[in-house]
């Protein structure tokens, strides 16, 4: 079955800074990449998501590159705030409404 | 247009006993799907239903747990006869296709004592 592998467990960076959180999956048949972002004793929200047929996706500071080849997608955060701070899911599935398999989340503290 | 919504927000079980997690999904949504998330961890998959039919039911467990989606009310995932290592939130997303964006609800937190 899939597994999707997320890197690093721990980011810190300073106001303004970017950051960036990297994932591997495992199965080439995955075909929707979203990416969540989950605030102390609340539900994941999605905040972007990329499909195959794209290699890169931009909303405003936020930003998903994705590279089929080699089976990673990263997401990057630019101009950073202190209320970027949060875990970060990364998650991988065959389609968008099938299961997702998720990594184990990236910890960003954005100090001002 | 309000979210998906699940109750209770936490609940407190003894060994042996049973719990029953509700999910209503977002209006307009068909689609529920249950995930479980450790302390620490991320969120594993455990089933996805569609109105009153089980579409993926590979990560359940294949003892105590059960899940449906009826044609009217919540979704229902039970846990019986609860141990501690069910300990864990319990998150429900909707969609509102077999093709479409989760949505999660705020999670439901279980403590087993």
């Known amino acids: 079955g899939e597994n999707v592998e997320q890197h690093p467990s721990t980011l810190s960076v300073q106001e303004g800074d970017s950051a960036v959180i990297k994932c591997t999956y495992s199965?080439?048949?995955?075909?929707?990449f979203p990416w969540y972002k989950q605030e102390l004793g609340k539900g994941p929200q999605l905040i972007i998501d990329?499909?195959?047929?794209?290699g890169e996706k931009k909303d405003q500071r936020i930003a998903v590159t994705l590279n089929k080849t080699a089976k990673h997608f990263s997401l990057h955060i630019t101009e950073t705030q202190p209320e970027d701070s949060a875990v970060y899911f990364c998650a991988a599935a065959h389609q968008a409404g099938t299961a997702l398999i998720f990594g184990k989340g990236t910890t960003l503290s954005v100090s001002s | 247009n309000a979210g998906v919504m699940q109750n209770p927000r936490h609940l407190v079980r003894r060994r042996g006993q049973e719990a029953r997690l509700r999910c209503s999904p977002m209006k307009g949504h068909s689609h529920v799907y249950w995930y479980r998330q450790l302390p620490e961890e991320g969120l594993k998959f455990m089933v996805y239903l569609q109105k009153e039919n089980i579409i993926d039911e590979s990560g359940m467990p294949k003892e105590r747990f059960s899940a449906e989606f009826p044609k009217e009310g919540p979704s229902i995932l039970r846990i019986q006869q609860v141990v501690r290592g069910d300990s864990a939130a319990y998150f429900c997303?909707?969609?509102?296709?077999?093709?479409?964006?989760?949505?999660f609800g705020p999670g439901t937190r279980l403590t087993v004592l």
């Open positions: 199965d080439s048949a995955s075909n929707y």
């Open positions: 997303a909707s969609s509102p296709g077999d093709a479409d964006t989760q949505y």
């Open positions: 990329i499909r195959s047929n794209v």
